[in-house]
């Protein structure tokens, strides 16, 4: 060779491996390049040399090959619809069930295909990167789900005839651990209660979820709650599988950046449930939730956005190297610049995944290849103390994602933003790998945390104490200050050391409103102005049928139900406030669903209640096709704040959407009773004008009291021309509109949910509100208001006193 090529380049001719070509003094390899199909055509994206397949058996090589076949001709085409309709793709589910893919992780002693972490990584790649993104994060959390069931079948026959069920009958499952109070801390179940019944062989169980994939569309749920034991500590947790009737769901209102075919939406689980359930002892969802939990939804999570990651690499060289400009004969991918951003990208993406692949055989080389046998032993978790490795993979992954899919769209110019190149899609799709639970906000502080002062600063479930911290901020207090704080803690450590019987003591027994210090109030008879006594038609021990009169469409997705009482003398036996309970018997099983009417107890021979529809919700159903004539039972009193004439000087009602209707029947009662001169504020936000319910209404009854009655609208999106407020309900609107505490007797209501009640909470103590003063709508009202004022906080009473 001359001597003018580099030393790295002058390779002795007899050392040249064979296959490899010598042109003027540099060495080309040519690598044994196998086609990687596409149907009957090359596959146009990046070829099988990008592929770390030496990691793969050729059993899960076949498995790949099958699967993007099945993509190409099926997923495919599929994703493009679900993406612009939103519509759930049940025909990509069918087919990965077909494929008998609903059991990768299941055992073959039970039907399923017995695979390992590696396998499921490569299953979720395959299906971002050549079908659908959505496709693969549903078949991540139904993966996910089934590795809790299989972490705990052993003892429990009820679990084992679901997990033989899900492969023969392609039964889709996913996992509800997020919460809506917590953001990404999806491990701190606060919108959950559990307790034993009588017999502790059943469970009284409530679950709100945030943010379920396949909300109301899976055949079966993990979900994740407190345990029947709990006594505090959100480290004691347990699973519970449900059913698709069992649940009552809402994805109608899913409208997202990306991944639009997920449905992901809240989920609500009430009833009775047989401790068979339950997925392990209780509190056993701690070692669930990193031992299964984790490392599946992390490691397949990973897998999707590489995957993305791979399918907008595809896409670009496809375009890049068959676009041209024509003026100058040059093909996009000659220039440097180009080819240097593509190749960094290729580049941080084979780590990316070539981390996943790492990190997946290290978890199946502690499990023994995927064997779930081992956790008969209840005590054996070998994949806990690796789970920090999936955190900053996760990390990882959606970081890449992220810059590829924004780097693949800049690239390759103009182009690349029409929908059909299909970068778009991807680039949406990519996005939500960042704020995905646990988010990468949450991650890096964890691995920092880790790594500056130890894994035992974690404190996942907020079981310590950071001594360090608490010292700082009392160093910066005043004596006046530290005196305050020190009675404050002196009386709540009193009130927790205290033997001593509670205060009230229904107060956290009633299930469904854990505010009541008595059972209900309830009102048998009823005197008018003219002296008629009017009987109750609702009673509390017994179901009364209710014929429906008419039906009022407030929204799309609300409508108000006018029922008739069975005489036209009859009252409802409600306090204004209270709220009844609808009953809805379907195949021997029982669907409830609470309602506070609007209209008020002297309308008499008649109760108005308003519904919200889910997308899945056996009464939500069951309302959507009531006609007039039809019959619902009702039951009540059953709870709720019970207000009275005069008992106040004044109350706060701070809702959001829906939660308008103790307000309004509040409000009308208050507009129609000259002798009560109790004074009413609500601040109420809407997210748009169009959702604001009752509004004419409100105005009118605001004007029938004037002075009295004060009306505050708060929007999400403010139309021109908007005069009244705009945000969510905040410190600053509260600081403005509502009376601070200064003696009078003020009571604050609050009907939303959770996220709204814990903002709304913070803000109020802030501000010097008691939480004695604080009663909150819903079964999770005491629980909020002690997450914000500690566990030994007093809780407010039911009624218009305001000490509990």
């Known amino acids: 060779m001359a001597s003018t090529v580099p030393l790295?380049?002058?390779?002795?001719?007899?050392?040249?491996?064979?296959?490899?070509?010598?042109?003027?003094?540099?060495?080309?390899?040519?690598?044994?390049?196998?086609?990687?199909?596409?149907?009957?055509?090359?596959?146009?994206?990046?070829?099988?040399?990008?592929?770390?397949?030496w990691l793969l058996t050729e059993e899960q090589k076949e498995l790949r090959s099958a699967l993007m076949e099945m993509c190409r001709t099926k997923i495919r085409p599929q994703a493009i619809e679900c993406d612009r309709t939103y519509q759930f793709p049940k025909e990509s589910i069918k087919a990965l069930g077909d494929m008998g893919l609903l059991g990768l992780i299941i055992p073959k002693e039970m039907g399923g295909l017995g695979h390992n972490h590696t396998c499921a990584v490569m299953v979720v790649e395959t299906l971002a990167r050549y079908g659908c993104p959505s496709t693969a994060m549903i078949f991540t959390m139904h993966i996910t789900s089934c590795s809790t069931l299989l972490f705990r079948y052993h003892n429990n026959p009820h679990l084992q005839q679901l997990l033989r069920r899900i492969p023969k009958e392609k039964l889709l499952g996913a996992v509800s651990a997020s919460d809506p109070a917590t953001g990404?801390?999806?491990?701190?179940?606060?919108?959950?209660?559990?307790?034993?019944?009588?017999?502790?062989?059943?469970?009284?169980?409530?679950?709100?979820?945030?943010?379920?994939?396949?909300?109301?569309?899976?055949?079966?749920?993990?979900?994740?709650?407190?345990?029947?034991?709990?006594?505090?500590?959100?480290?004691?947790?347990?699973?519970?599988?449900?059913?698709?009737?069992?649940?009552?769901?809402?994805?109608?209102?899913?409208?997202?950046?990306?991944?639009?075919?997920?449905?992901?939406?809240?989920?609500?689980?009430?009833?009775?449930?047989?401790?068979?359930?339950?997925?392990?002892?209780?509190?056993?969802?701690?070692?669930?939730?990193?031992?299964?939990?984790?490392?599946?939804?992390?490691?397949?999570?990973?897998?999707?956005?590489?995957?993305?990651?791979?399918?907008?690499?595809?896409?670009?060289?496809?375009?890049?190297?068959?676009?041209?400009?024509?003026?100058?004969?040059?093909?996009?991918?000659?220039?440097?610049?180009?080819?240097?951003?593509?190749?960094?990208?290729?580049?941080?993406?084979?780590?990316?995944?070539?981390?996943?692949?790492?990190?997946?055989?290290?978890?199946?080389?502690?499990?023994?290849?995927?064997?779930?046998?081992?956790?008969?032993?209840?005590?054996?978790?070998?994949?806990?103390n690796k789970i920090h490795w999936c955190w900053q993979l996760k990390f990882t992954a959606a970081k890449n994602v992220a810059n590829v899919t924004e780097t693949m769209l800049r690239v390759c110019g103009g182009t690349a933003y029409k929908t059909e190149l299909g970068l778009e899609r991807l680039y949406r799709d990519g996005k939500a790998g960042w704020v995905m639970a646990p988010s990468n906000e949450v991650l890096r502080n964890l691995i920092g945390l880790a790594a500056l002062t130890g894994f035992p600063a974690i404190d996942l479930w907020e079981e310590s104490t950071n001594q360090r911290v608490v010292q700082r901020e009392v160093k910066k207090m005043s004596p006046s200050q530290k005196e305050a704080l020190g009675r404050q803690l002196l009386e709540e450590a009193a009130r927790e050391t205290s033997k001593a019987a509670p205060m009230n003591p229904y107060q956290g027994t009633d299930f469904v409103n854990p505010f009541n210090t008595a059972p209900p109030t309830f009102t048998p008879e009823m005197k008018s102005s003219d002296g008629v006594v009017h009987r109750a038609a609702l009673h509390q021990d017994t179901w009364t049928s209710l014929t429906l009169i008419s039906r009022y469409d407030l929204t799309s997705k609300m409508t108000a139900f006018t029922f008739a009482l069975p005489n036209p003398t009859d009252h409802s036996g409600c306090l204004p406030g209270q709220f009844v309970a609808v009953r809805l018997m379907e195949s021997g099983k029982q669907y409830l669903r609470y309602f506070s009417p609007v209209s008020r107890p002297d309308d008499f021979g008649r109760l108005e209640v308003v519904l919200k529809y889910e997308t899945q919700g056996m009464l939500s159903t069951f309302f959507k096709s009531l006609q007039p004539g039809s019959m619902v039972e009702f039951k009540g009193p059953c709870g709720g704040f019970e207000y009275k004439a005069n008992q106040l000087d004044e109350i706060t009602v701070l809702v959001g959407g829906a939660g308008v209707t103790p307000a309004l029947q509040l409000a009308r009662c208050l507009a129609h009773d000259s002798a009560d001169n109790t004074r009413l504020t609500l601040l109420y936000y809407s997210d748009s004008f169009q959702?604001?319910?009752?509004?004419?209404?409100?105005?009118?009854?605001?004007?029938?009291?004037?002075?009295?009655?004060?009306?505050?609208?708060?929007?999400?999106?403010?139309?021109?021309?908007?005069?009244?407020?705009?945000?969510?309900?905040?410190?600053?609107?509260?600081?403005?509109?509502?009376?601070?505490?200064?003696?009078?007797?003020?009571?604050?209501?609050?009907?939303?949910?959770?996220?709204?009640?814990?903002?709304?909470?913070?803000?109020?103590?802030?501000?010097?509100?008691?939480?004695?003063?604080?009663?909150?709508?819903?079964?999770?009202?005491?629980?909020?208001?002690?997450?914000?004022?500690?566990?030994?906080?007093?809780?407010?009473?039911?009624?218009?006193?305001?000490?509990?």
């Open 8 to 53: 790295l380049l002058r390779l002795h001719l007899s050392s040249v491996a064979p296959g490899a070509l010598v042109c003027e003094g540099v060495l080309f390899l040519q690598p044994h390049l196998k086609m990687k199909p596409w149907g009957k055509k090359e596959f146009w994206g990046l070829g099988e040399e990008f592929d770390p397949d």
């Open 184 to 384: 990404g801390h999806d491990w701190y179940p606060i919108s959950s209660k559990v307790k034993y019944l009588k017999d502790e062989k059943t469970v009284q169980l409530l679950k709100f979820g945030s943010w379920v994939t396949s909300a109301g569309y899976a055949d079966f749920y993990s979900i994740m709650t407190v345990s029947p034991t709990f006594e505090g500590s959100y480290g004691n947790m347990s699973l519970f599988v449900v059913y698709k009737d069992e649940v009552r769901a809402n994805t109608d209102d899913w409208s997202a950046l990306g991944m639009h075919a997920n449905n992901s939406g809240p989920l609500m689980v009430e009833g009775e449930f047989s401790m068979e359930r339950m997925i392990g002892p209780p509190g056993d969802a701690a070692k669930s939730m990193v031992e299964c939990i984790d490392v599946y939804f992390l490691l397949l999570t990973s897998s999707c956005w590489n995957g993305i990651a791979m399918g907008c690499l595809d896409l670009a060289r496809r375009h890049l190297t068959t676009s041209a400009h024509a003026d100058i004969g040059m093909r996009i991918c000659d220039y440097p610049t180009i080819q240097d951003a593509y190749g960094e990208c290729v580049i941080d993406t084979t780590s990316s995944r070539s981390t996943t692949f790492l990190l997946s055989q290290m978890m199946d080389s502690v499990s023994n290849n995927g064997d779930w046998t081992m956790y008969s032993d209840t005590t054996l978790t070998p994949k806990t």
């Open 691 to 804: 959702d604001i319910l009752y509004y004419s209404e409100l105005k009118q009854l605001e004007e029938m009291a004037k002075g009295q009655i004060q009306v505050i609208h708060t929007l999400g999106e403010v139309p021109e021309g908007w005069k009244g407020e705009d945000g969510f309900i905040d410190l600053d609107k509260i600081n403005r509109f509502v009376t601070k505490p200064n003696g009078t007797k003020h009571k604050v209501v609050i009907c939303g949910g959770p996220t709204m009640s814990i903002a709304c909470l913070f803000s109020l103590q802030q501000l010097g509100f008691s939480p004695q003063s604080i009663y909150i709508y819903g079964q999770f009202g005491a629980e909020l208001v002690k997450a914000v004022y500690g566990c030994s906080a007093v809780l407010s009473g039911h009624d218009c006193h305001t000490q509990g």
